[in-house]
């Protein structure tokens, strides 16, 4: 089992910057990837960003070159730093990891952008 703790959400005003993380615990050998979804009301949920094993990264369109997806492996954490945030933007936010056929999920944390 992993488990996955977000924290970091809250309200913030649009053009403003929030950091997520995401601590991983548990069995997080062989975590191949971890990611940030978000889902906001009435909405499915999306891929925000990725980041594999070895560091290769991928966005969703929307928040390229707003967002920022790293990992500290010594912490076992992801982070997403965003910046320019939009009122599009609020939604929740759920990290991810990959291990093996087997996908796990966070709590989520709220991100909420006034205008």
């Known amino acids: 089992q992993v488990q996955l703790v977000e924290s970091g959400g809250g309200l913030v005003q649009a053009g403003g910057s929030l950091r997520l993380s995401c601590a991983a615990s548990?069995?997080?050998?062989?975590?191949?990837?971890m990611g940030w979804y978000r889902q906001a009301p009435g909405k499915q949920r999306e891929v925000v960003a990725t980041?594999?094993?070895?560091?290769?990264?991928n966005y969703a369109n929307s928040v390229k070159g707003r967002f920022t997806i790293s990992r500290d492996n010594a912490k076992n954490t992801v982070y997403l730093q965003m910046n320019s945030l939009k009122p599009e933007d609020t939604a929740v936010y759920y990290c991810?990891?990959?291990?093996?056929?087997?996908?796990?999920w966070g709590q989520g944390t709220l991100v909420t952008v006034s205008s």
């Open positions: 991810n990891a990959l291990r093996g056929n087997r996908v796990y």
């Open positions: 548990g069995s997080i050998a062989s975590i191949n990837a």
């Open positions: 980041i594999t094993s070895d560091g290769s990264t």
